[in-house]
């Protein structure tokens, strides 16, 4: 496939089965991810991959952080919150191990992260999978985060759900940017 038909027909997935990438194929969406840019070298993304019996944990997770933030949620709400996490057979959780001592800004250690993983997402859609990029309140979890093995300063991008798709594939809105875009005046704009 190539790089701009890539880039102009990935959607985001409906509904993620068996098969999972393979090591090779993970192996090169990693790779993918760490052309991602990287202001001062910094290498600040963090990968955590959730797959097989471990999902049931990180469901666990899920419905924890949301027992513990919402005390009056019911079963059925934590039961749909453990579920997500069989979304899809692999999730990677992207992280941004953001550095205070150096001199980039953390935000362009976060973007970094996610520009990986869009990077991942496309990387995927390449090689015949697909994707979902989800967040949520457990993204932004200090107990999430610790339970994961990530640092308090680091900050979670995103939870990828990748696996082939199934079922109805989403539409491809012609996404319009014309309406977004504007030259910035050569002169005084007064």
């Not at 027992?67 to 941004?96: N, Y």
């Not at 996610?114 to 979902?132: C, D, R, T």
Request: aromatic residues 6%; charged residues 25%.
């Amino acid at each position: 496939m190539q790089a701009i038909e890539a880039l102009l027909t990935r959607r985001s997935a409906r509904a993620l089965t068996e098969p999972a990438p393979d090591s090779g194929a993970l192996e090169l969406i990693f790779s993918a991810a760490a052309r991602a840019p990287d202001h001062g070298r910094l290498r600040p993304w963090r990968f955590i991959t959730v797959r097989g019996a471990a999902r049931e944990r990180f469901g666990g997770l899920l419905a924890e952080q949301l027992r513990r933030t919402h005390p009056q949620i019911g079963e059925e709400s934590l039961q749909r919150e453990r579920l997500k996490a069989f979304r899809a057979p692999l999730i990677i959780v992207v992280a941004a191990h953001c550095d205070p001592a150096v001199k980039i800004p953390a935000i362009e250690q976060l973007l970094s992260a996610g520009a990986a993983a869009h990077a991942m997402m496309l990387a995927a859609f390449a090689l015949g999978f697909n994707a979902m990029w989800k967040t949520g309140e457990a993204a932004y979890d200090a107990t999430v985060k610790q339970a994961l093995g990530l640092e308090p300063g680091d900050a979670i991008a995103g939870f990828l759900y990748l696996g082939t798709e199934h079922g109805e594939r989403a539409q491809s809105a012609r996404t319009e940017w014309r309406d977004r875009v504007r030259d910035f005046p050569a002169g005084d704009p007064s």
